[in-house]
């Protein structure tokens, strides 16, 4: 066996390609990232101004209707379950005021047309601001 060595050593070399690459793509990610921490102050002052305080408060007209279709105005059952009945019930609890809101409180199994009723006498006197009210679970 003829081991031979070699006369002379390769030279190590070093491949600064790729170095030069990530180094640059950090240099472009820090240059993009810091021009996007600039931020702007404006000085404002806000004005400051003074509430009155609400002397008429309005109250709601609660309106409560079970499963069975039986209206009650305030906690004040109604006898009869028209549109009639309701508009003049409604006109005695509301009084001259149009901007009164109406709370309808139904039964999940209250019968569609008895909400509808309700709607229909409140338009009807001009009562518009009509709310649902729903239990939170």
Known sequence: MAFKRKSRLEDPEINFIPLIDVLLVIIIFLVVSTTFSKFSELK??????????????????????????????????????????????????????????????????????????VMEASRQLGLTKITFSTKVN
Do not use: C, F, M, W
């Open 44 to 117: 404002i002052n806000l004005p400051v101004a003074e509430a009155n305080p609400i002397k008429d408060k309005l109250l709601p007209i609660n309106v409560s209707i079970s499963k069975d279709g039986i209206y009650a105005i305030n906690e004040e059952v109604l006898g009869g379950d028209t549109v009639d009945s309701l508009r003049e019930r409604l006109s005695q609890v509301a009084g001259d005021s149009k901007e009164l809101p109406v709370i309808i409180s139904a039964d999940a199994l209250t019968p569609h047309q008895s909400v509808v009723n």
